[in-house]
């Protein structure tokens, strides 16, 4: 009797190391979006600047831990402490873009948004000595009515953006988007840019009518003001379901000393809230997922290109985006 062709006795590969990038979005603490109205800009240089001692500690966690990150710098920040770009890119770290001065893109316009990108870039190259591929929109604000900023990043030569967030939140997100690295554009027909999301925890939906449901959990406030078990599932969900898992922080977050703003309560409570231990807790969650593959965006490029180009190109202004991304039955929500 012949052998069935289609027995292979070879051994299983293993499974691959789940793939993880640690990012951070290099600002001071009064450049955040909720300071904006009682920290001005013009009120800026009134404020002590606490960022350089942050990133330290930080880099010595990324150190000790063993592992390099991606750091989208603002440009405000690079100009201001001339020495910190070149720390970071010593460390073997990739040098990437949070824009110049923290405006959400929503308060530009195509043209001021060329200009934002052209002079945080150019200030980033010159300090790092290396290139700038990826950028990340202050406060997660590509959305749908500021899809126009795709163009402006292929126009602008970036390699990436990771600006989608695929939740439902007051103030950002794009539900509809997909919760691992996915090629968006403007609209149909249009150039398509590598987009890689933070990660999300999905969670079960209530009924077959019911819409997607993700939870945020990639760092942030979502780490500091949610039980760390919700992270932790989403790393484990990611890395069963073969999606790479992107976390983000700010330096500020794991500064306690960082002076007391005038915020509005929320603002306050969203701000200040679990600096203490901030520090301690990533390096733990690090150490406790050290078996994972930790890797700057820039290294994973022709990786996660490749999955992408796997799936449907997501139309970021399109008015039914879910009708094309997900074909199972979701209400249109943009
Ligand atoms: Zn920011």
């Known amino acids: 009797m012949p052998a069935s062709p289609q027995r292979n006795d070879a051994p299983a590969a293993p499974p691959a190391a789940p793939l993880r990038v640690l990012s951070f979005d290099v600002e001071e603490y009064f450049h955040i ?6 920290v001005p800009r013009t009120d800026w ?6 960022v350089e001692a942050s990133v330290d500690l930080l880099l010595g966690i990324c150190d000790r831990q063993g592992l390099r990150a991606t750091f989208f710098v603002l440009g405000d920040v690079a100009r201001r402490c001339p020495r910190l770009v070149p720390r970071i890119a010593a460390g073997g770290h990739e040098i990437a873009s949070h824009g110049n001065l923290h405006d959400r893109l929503h308060r530009l316009d195509p043209a001021a948004f060329a200009g934002d990108l052209d002079v945080s870039r150019k200030l980033l190259e010159d300090q790092s ?6 950028y990340r929109a202050p406060t997660f604000s590509v959305v749908p009515a500021t899809a126009w900023a795709i163009d402006v990043l292929l126009d602008a030569g970036f390699a990436y953006d990771s600006s989608i967030f695929p939740v439902r939140h007051p103030a950002y997100g794009v539900p509809a988007a997909p919760d691992r690295p996915f090629l968006v554009n403007r609209a149909p027909g249009s150039r398509t840019l590598l987009e ?4 999300t925890l999905a969670l079960p ?3 077959a009518s019911s819409k997607r449901r993700h939870l945020g959990v990639a760092g942030g406030g979502y780490f500091r003001l949610l039980p760390e078990m919700l992270m932790t599932r989403g790393l484990a969900q990611a890395a069963q379901q073969g999606r790479p898992a992107v976390l983000y922080f700010h330096p500020w977050e794991f500064d306690p000393g960082i002076p007391r703003m005038p915020l509005p ?3 306050r409570v969203r701000t200040y809230t679990g600096l203490e231990s901030a520090a301690a807790r990533l390096e733990k969650l690090i150490a406790r997922h050290r ?3 930790w890797a700057p965006m820039a290294e994973l490029l022709p990786e996660l290109t490749r999955q992408a180009r796997a799936r449907p190109v997501f139309h970021l202004q399109a ?3 879910i009708a094309t991304v997900h074909a199972a039955g979701e209400p249109t929500q943009a």
């Open 33 to 38: 979006e909720a300071a904006h109205a009682a």
């Open 45 to 50: 240089d009134r404020w002590p600047s606490r």
């Open 129 to 134: 000595g290396q290139p700038v591929r990826g």
């Open 196 to 199: 890689i999301p933070p990660l």
């Open 205 to 207: 939906t209530l009924g």
């Open 265 to 267: 309560l929320l603002g």
């Open 291 to 293: 078996d994972a593959r």
């Open 319 to 321: 008015e039914a985006p």
